[in-house]
């Protein structure tokens, strides 16, 4: 970081179509940005590896049972902490994995 602003050499995202990473403020940002997007087909759950992590945030939110917004927060938080190294790393190194089993199934889905 220099200053204020954000050095994002050679940073590159991946997401789905969602309206919200497609709108013209979103879209102008990571231009602006020199951010590089893929192309991603929506609806692509088996070629999106961080929808495996959601998952488990889903789990252990449902297993707190928060009452309020902080609680909520807190345990989404306390979960994403929690989330070992070694499975981040997995799932980004399932993503040629999930693209040739897409693939291979002419988009269907897949067991990922």
């Known amino acids: 970081v220099q200053g204020n602003e954000m050095q994002f050499a050679s940073i590159q995202k991946c997401f789905n ?6 709108s013209k403020r979103a879209v102008c940002w990571f231009q602006t940005n020199k951010i ?3 192309e991603w087909p929506a609806q692509s759950l088996d070629l999106n590896p ?3 992590l959601w998952g488990g945030i889903k789990n252990a939110v449902s297993e707190a049972k928060p009452r309020n ?5 807190k ?9 070992p190294v070694y499975t981040c790393q997995k ?3 399932s993503v040629q994995h999930r693209c040739e089993a897409v693939l ?3 988009g ?5």
């Open 104 to 106: 291979k199934n002419s």
């Open 75 to 83: 345990a989404v938080k306390s979960s994403w902490a929690g989330i």
């Open 50 to 52: 961080t929808e495996n």
């Open 17 to 22: 179509n969602d309206p919200k990473h497609t």
């Open 108 to 112: 269907y889905t897949t067991k990922y």
């Open 91 to 93: 799932l980004v190194d």
């Open 36 to 38: 590089k997007v893929m």
């Open 69 to 73: 917004a902080e609680e909520l927060w």
